[in-house]
């Protein structure tokens, strides 16, 4: 384990014994949201996301200490482990390096080599493959290997079945792979070639190459795309003769009678074993790295979606456009209760506009609506028109295009028919699409992250590793928003540190039967909720109808007392918490000192500044302190834009080269890397997120082709005087 502290220590640039806190704590079961916001003094108050980042490589070092144990016991009960090999398998600091010096000994499937040497020419490739002989011929050398029943005819089949053997062994050597891999890595070309004359997306790689180490991770996950589909054939290059150099390099030896036959043997191994081999590792390997990427680029882009400013106590009407089948139409109130449902056909083939307008405006005036959230789907663009000219002369209305991803998932699954019983698929869909917009991150909690549509090619990731990913975003915005005891959901609940979906379903049935919590410590009382449980979750829910103050707020019942012992040191009482009464706190608390206080509390400086935090604002919501969503009351045409014309938008989604913005004209329109900002950035992620309200600028507008062209930096560059 010393050896693992050590490692960490030096990858993340952290103290050794912070890390074995850590460790220690993640084995004894608690949660990262958990130890990230509870456990500060024993992490030195790492984050989520470094905790997050030091769990995954844990598991990948214990991973790589349980393989050496296999591979040490494999090669051992061969009778082949020497003391060399121990310290190679010592050494190795990778999976790819273990297996590489394992490959000799590992069992093999039948092969070109496996045949000669049952066929005894083992002998014969061995003194070759030396290279000690100066004088005399190899024919010489294989006469006697001649061998009918074996099925080594002439000495043509000997030295065959040798040059099998020695391909097979030079392709086994570990120095050669890993510098052939370095090669690749540095100098390899990735191509693709079109396999059809059609146009597709995959156009552009067509007749495509680029150096591996440049390629962006979004063109990797292209190409494999297109690969599959079958529009694209694929393949690494390298310079041939600089990688058989390499291989010359470590084995050929010169002046002896087998040079040239080990010569011939290096050119076969290298085309015929090594080339696909490391071919399809590189491949493997760039693909790994692109999906990480993709993965941290969906999670980057989930927080602030989730995160997003809720549309608090508003009566929001829900509009889930179709064709076909209709509008539907859901009205909630503003703690998301539904009011009222129907469906209107404002869109073709029905069109029937006039009759749509009439039954909203009724609803409008009947249930006082002052927002209306808009899915972003199929028939989005004329519901967004139909609804622009229906509000245009009712100020009090506005609207906002809702992310709608993933919302049919929900309207189809278990958990929306146990919620809306009554409505069908389409109805819930209209209602998880108005909820959307008053409470992001508790509507969205109920999908699966992988539905909600702000990555890319997220269906090509390793669905575990990103279903992993997610769901630790997830948890920790569930975490910094906090969850209301008495109102939240099971679907809500089941996302807290410590709770799962049995207990979350319990502790709703507990409040239906008993009435609304009055604190935390009636949470011990559920079923299936034991002490540990209680102890990473109580942190993170919220009593507001309890007497103790410190139950609405994310002070952890551990740290009680220490918060009491705080208000009394600098002379406040609860009451003066609850009528936000502690304007002179932080001038309090350095005239005594924090480390002072601290220790007079018994908790450490983190926790103290955490409890002063959660005083000053008892109740939070983070998100509050955000810029609210982008709310509109009108809408451009593609047609209406033009270069130069200046608009605001949303940041919809971030991606790798750039990020898509809503200007309100039913397409997002793409700004470019190049276009971001006025200052080189390599991701655009460095400055931008989705939900982020930006000033653009027009580039180019492609009606026909559904494309808009935009630059935040031409509108930088427009506000200076």
Do not use: W
């Amino acid at each position: 384990m010393t050896k693992i502290i050590n490692i960490l220590a030096k990858e993340l640039n952290l103290n050794p014994s912070h890390i074995e806190n850590v460790i220690t704590l993640i084995d004894e079961g608690n949660t990262i949201p958990f130890i990230a916001r509870y456990r500060k003094e024993l992490t030195g108050t790492m984050d989520d996301q470094i905790l997050r980042q030091l769990d995954e490589r844990l598991n990948y070092l214990r991973g790589l200490d349980k393989r050496r144990h296999e591979i040490t016991t494999s090669i051992d009960a061969q009778g082949k482990l020497t003391d060399q090999l121990v310290q190679n398998i010592e050494n190795a600091e990778t999976l790819a390096s273990l297996e590489d010096i394992y490959r000799p000994y590992k069992q093999k499937r039948r092969t070109r080599g496996t045949m000669a040497r049952e066929k005894g020419l083992e002998p014969l490739a061995a003194i070759l493959f030396a290279q000690n002989l100066k004088i005399g011929n190899i024919e010489k050398l294989a006469s006697p290997y001649i061998n009918d029943e074996k099925g080594v005819a002439t000495v043509e089949d000997a030295l065959s079945g040798a040059s099998d053997i020695i391909a097979e062994d030079i392709s086994d050597i570990a120095e050669i792979r890993s510098k052939l891999r370095v090669l690749f890595t540095k100098k390899g070309i990735l191509s693709s070639k079109g396999t059809t004359e059609d146009d597709s997306v995959y156009r552009l790689y067509y007749d495509f190459s680029q150096p591996i180490a440049k390629l962006p991770s979004h063109r990797i996950l292209a190409v494999n795309r297109g690969e599959n589909e079958k529009f694209l054939k694929v393949s690494l290059e390298i310079d041939l003769q600089t990688a058989l150099d390499i291989i010359r390099r470590i084995v050929l030896k010169q002046g002896s009678i087998s040079t040239d036959f080990v010569n011939t043997a290096i050119e076969d191994s290298y085309k015929r074993l090594i080339f696909p081999s490391i071919e399809r590792e590189i491949r493997n390997q760039l693909t790994d790295i692109a999906s990480q990427q993709a993965i941290s680029m969906f999670a980057l882009n989930l927080e602030p979606l989730l995160m997003q400013p809720p549309v608090k106590n508003k009566v929001t009407m829900g509009f889930d456009p179709a064709y076909r089948t209709g509008c539907k139409i859901a009205v909630v109130d503003g703690t998301g209760m539904v009011l009222d449902t129907t469906v209107v056909y404002p869109t073709p083939p029905a069109n029937k506009k006039e009759e749509a307008a009439k039954k909203l405006n009724q609803l409008i005036d009947k249930h006082k609506i002052e927002v209306i959230a808009i899915g972003n789907g199929t028939a989005s663009k004329e519901s967004e028109i139909f609804i622009a000219e229906l509000i245009k002369d009712i100020p009090s209305v506005a609207y906002m295009m809702v992310n709608e991803a993933g919302a049919s998932v929900y309207s189809a699954s278990k958990l929306g028919a146990e919620e809306f019983p009554e409505y069908d698929v389409s109805l819930r869909s209209a209602v998880s699409i108005a909820r959307r917009l008053q409470d992001p991150l508790a509507e969205l909690v109920k999908i699966d992250p992988k539905s909600i549509g702000v990555g890319q090619y997220q269906h090509d990731m390793p669905q575990a590793e990103l279903g992993e990913t997610l769901t630790g975003v997830v948890e920790n915005c569930v975490g910094r928003v906090g969850v209301d005891l008495n109102t939240a959901s099971p679907s809500l609940l089941s996302r807290v540190s410590g709770l799962n979906e049995t207990i979350a379903k319990n502790i709703v049935a507990f409040r239906n039967e008993n009435g609304i919590f009055t604190d935390r410590k009636t949470l011990k009382k559920v079923a299936k909720l034991g002490p540990k449980a209680f102890v990473q979750c109580a942190g993170f829910l919220r009593v507001g109808e309890s007497k103790n103050i410190l139950d609405n707020t994310s002070v952890h019942p551990e740290s009680y007392s220490a918060a009491e012992k705080l208000l009394e040191l600098c002379h406040y009482t609860e009451m003066d918490v609850k009528n936000n009464n502690l304007i002179e706190l932080r001038d309090r608390v350095a005239k005594l000192g924090e480390q002072n206080i601290a220790e007079i509390c018994g908790v450490g400086v983190p926790t103290i500044k955490d409890i002063i935090t959660e005083l000053l604002k008892p109740g939070r919501d983070p998100r509050d302190e955000l810029p609210a969503p982008m709310l509109r009351t009108d809408i451009l045409d593609m047609k209406d834009l033009k270069s130069g014309m200046e608009l605001t938008g949303t940041v919809r989604n971030v991606v790798d080269f750039g990020v898509f913005v809503d200007i309100g004209v039913h397409q997002d329109g793409l700004v470019h890397i190049s276009q971001c900002c006025n200052k080189f950035i390599k991701h655009p992620s460095e400055i931008l997120s989705v939900g982020d309200i930006v000033n653009t600028v027009v580039l180019e507008c492609d009606p026909d082709k559904n494309r808009i062209s935009l630059s935040i930096k031409q509108a930088e560059k427009n506000s200076k005087p």
